[in-house]
DNA sequence: ACCTGAACACCGTTCAAGT
DNA sequence: ACCTGAACACCGTTCAAGT
């Protein structure tokens, strides 16, 4: 309508994050983007060469929110605690950046200050040097898991959940106590893949935490 | 070709999990599915829902298969691991439905199975009852979340998959170890998230039954 | 009663042609 | 030098019309 404009990448960007937050952010796509900055998609290809790489760089804003402001406290399991919970914190407002996150990493400037603080708290926990490498690696694939994983339920559709929850229902209060003694006996008690995520987060970092701890020297 | 024909849902499952076995199954759709079968993509809607319910389906079967001759053996500990690193392997041959099932599970009759055989070994493990849901939870969300950001990864093309690494190599090589004097130090031996996934698997699975057990009364 | 063709409302990406 | 229109090659899903 304006004619024609150069779109800075950062302009981009912003309004890609924008239009994630809102609503409707189930069904992000390089046009509907295109036509919130009033323009066509095609434009975009200059800026980005895929839709990949755009979604990589908006979640690595995530990461940069998510480390916005955060000052290192507590002793070394604090500290892994408290960046693993703000990352998570950061991507559950934004479901579909944590899958992409999950798939494709973010390799930006927000992820380096995560790695960075990761591996200063690791570094203050008394393993020796040549070890931290390969706990470090296993804490990331563990938060990232975790995070992708529960995001992913996140973005389900109602009427998907619900068929979803009809057939667990099934599976489960509907097995057959002289072949499934054991889920016949639990079955009450079975919970769903997305209850209780903050609890079983929270404990499995704390488990794997505390198995570092029992490795020391 | 042949004319009109019923396809059982039977066949249209076989099909589907053929299809998806196949080189090219990154991309699977409807549309695929139903040349495959010689017919039109709308009469599968007769048979599934929607796209979901068909995968769903077909995701269960993988858990199926995996349980094919499965003999629970050692004590509990090793009873889980086995358990999960079966699971693992079966969805290792299949990303895409690995991501499936990691979203909206399966529901069906290989998902019961699973479950089963995971309480029974939890039960040998000397916890009351009453604790054994909630352990068993955390456990799925562990299992679920690890084996789906692994074959998240798997599916990733090789030119995205180059980016990545691209990006990923800037940002940790390229650290200025003066704002990043962690990453700097430990640059050369972090790797990428897709590395390494089944020793890591095994150590966290790992981490997680030691800490049931040190928590058994 | 069952199946199909055609359509609807979308996608990501490319590239010749325009200004 | 930059942008755009139009096209390519797809999607999942619905439903009137056919046999």
Redesign the pocket.
Known sequence: MT?????STEEILDTAAQLLRSGDAE??????LAAALG?????L??H?????ELLRAVADRILLSAMDGYRPEGDWKQRVTALALRVREAFGQQPQLAAVWGRYGSGGAGSRLVMEELLQALRLSGLPDEEIPARYHRLVILIVALIASEAGIGTISPEEYEQGMEQFRVAVLGADPERFPALAHFARDIRPLGADRRAAFDELIAAQLARIESQLP
């Open positions: 004619g024609r404009r150069r779109w069904s992000f796509s390089v046009r509907k323009t066509d998609s095609s434009s290809y200059r980005f060469r895929n839709k990949t």
